[in-house]
């Protein structure tokens, strides 16, 4: 008994050894998913974008602006000459947090008058926009106690008061970003797993020589293969939708033609990568180890687990080339923050150039492989 079971042992591993495609995965995908947990999952929040508009010019308003900009958690990348311009870098996602240092900060501080400043957070990833609260209501707190050490002071006075303002979400109910996050995801997940075994499994079958002497095209096979697979896709966008407006309240601000036009360019790019995928894989084992394999590090590091500013600097160069990041920033950005073509122009382009690639090359490849 035991030999049989040794030499059934080692034919697994001579089959195994006959498919370095599947062994490569098995060996690879361990030692990526650890790292990307590792560098994610324990590290924290920093270097939020953040813009700052200094209405009082004094030297009690530069130190609050160098407190801020000589954190590592914010990064000082606008300096905004008035309050009205945050709303519109939100909106376009160019910042986190925004500080507001109204005029008369250092005179109500001489006076002994407490001093309100402004501090206005993008509610659209809850995540990040509670830590930014507590990470500007701790810089603050060391900005009054070093006031008080210079005063001599042994106990709290008036000083610099924080005036949280959470926009899009202000309750900062994760539900709120994750609905439209599910959209992408259960999106990706359906067409990327059906389509990877769209060619494979013909192939296995010996169905795909039988078209082969058959009047179909080409590019009929193509449109037929992938029309009821978007359809469903559609069907099940729509129903993640409703149920989480319905059921689950999330508010929708956005433009219903913003998110078709979004979600129709990430459709394609999925449909690109499962076809190019069941045209690499010899089986449908293999197809299916590589979503598995793509499956976790799409979605960790475009942002819909774990926010992208938590991740080290060349992980979120990483999550840059992932098409699942911008769809994200489509999504959450017209649901949540009522964002329209205009403020989202940017990652619209970016999922045009990836869905038109993506699925051309697909198609082309396709085409190739049914009339070789």
């Known amino acids: 008994m035991i030999r049989r079971i040794r030499l059934?042992?080692?034919?697994?591993?001579?089959?195994?050894?006959?498919?370095?495609?599947?062994?490569?995965?098995?060996?690879?995908?361990?030692?990526?998913?650890?790292?990307?947990?590792?560098?994610v999952?324990?590290?924290?929040?920093?270097?939020?974008?953040?813009?700052?508009?200094?209405?009082?010019?004094?030297?009690?308003?530069?130190?609050?602006?160098?407190?801020?900009?000589?954190?590592?958690?914010f990064t000082v990348v606008q300096r905004p000459g008035s309050e009205a311009e945050i709303r519109q870098l939100m909106d376009q996602g160019r910042i986190q947090v925004a500080l507001v240092i109204p005029e008369g900060t250092q005179d109500a501080l001489t006076t002994g008058q407490t001093a309100p400043i402004g501090v206005v957070v993008d509610g659209s990833d809850s995540q990040v926009s509670t830590v930014a609260v507590a990470y500007a209501s701790q810089i603050i707190a060391g900005i009054n106690s070093a006031r008080m050490v210079e005063a001599g002071a042994s106990v709290g006075g008036p000083g610099v008061d924080a005036?949280?303002?959470?926009?899009?979400?202000?309750?900062?109910?994760?539900?709120?970003?994750?609905?439209?996050?599910?959209?992408?995801?259960?999106?990706?997940?359906?067409?990327?797993?059906?389509?990877?075994?769209?060619?494979?499994?013909?192939?296995?079958?010996?169905?795909?020589?039988?078209?082969?002497?058959?009047?179909?095209?080409?590019?009929?096979?193509?449109?037929?293969?992938?029309?009821?697979?978007?359809?469903?896709?559609?069907?099940?966008?729509?129903?993640?939708?409703?149920?989480?407006i319905g059921w689950f309240h999330v508010p929708f601000h956005g433009n219903v033609w913003v998110i078709a036009t979004g979600m129709l360019l990430f459709m394609m790019t999925s449909i690109g990568l499962g076809l190019l995928i069941s045209l690499m894989a010899n089986t449908r084992q293999q197809a299916q180890q590589v979503i598995v394999f793509l499956m976790l590090p799409f979605m960790i590091l475009s942002g819909f687990i774990f926010p992208v500013?938590?991740?080290?600097?060349?992980?979120?160069?990483?999550?840059?080339?992932?098409?699942?990041?911008?769809?994200?920033?489509?999504?959450?950005?017209?649901?949540?923050?009522?964002?329209?073509?205009?403020?989202?122009a940017r990652p619209l382009i970016i999922l045009a150039v990836y869905g038109v690639a993506l699925f051309s090359i697909a198609v082309a490849a396709t085409r190739r492989r049914i009339t070789a």
């Open 41 to 73: 999952v324990a590290v924290d929040i920093s270097h939020l974008n953040t813009a700052i508009v200094d209405l009082d010019h004094t030297t009690i308003s530069r130190s609050i602006d160098s407190a801020f900009s000589s954190s590592e958690y």
């Open 309 to 344: 500013e938590a991740m080290p600097g060349w992980l979120q160069a990483v999550s840059s080339f992932i098409p699942m990041t911008y769809i994200l920033e489509v999504l959450r950005g017209s649901f949540v923050k009522g964002s329209g073509f205009a403020d989202l």
């Open 8 to 39: 059934l042992i080692w034919k697994e591993f001579l089959q195994l050894r006959q498919d370095p495609f599947l062994a490569g995965i098995l060996v690879i995908a361990p030692v990526v998913q650890l790292l990307v947990f590792g560098y």
């Open 163 to 244: 005036q949280v303002r959470v926009l899009y979400n202000p309750t900062l109910d994760s539900i709120n970003t994750m609905v439209p996050g599910l959209i992408a995801v259960i999106s990706m997940i359906s067409l990327m797993i059906v389509m990877s075994q769209a060619v494979v499994k013909e192939r296995e079958s010996g169905t795909l020589e039988q078209m082969f002497v058959t009047p179909i095209r080409a590019g009929e096979y193509i449109v037929g293969k992938i029309t009821p697979y978007v359809l469903l896709a559609i069907v099940q966008i729509a129903v993640v939708a409703s149920v989480g």
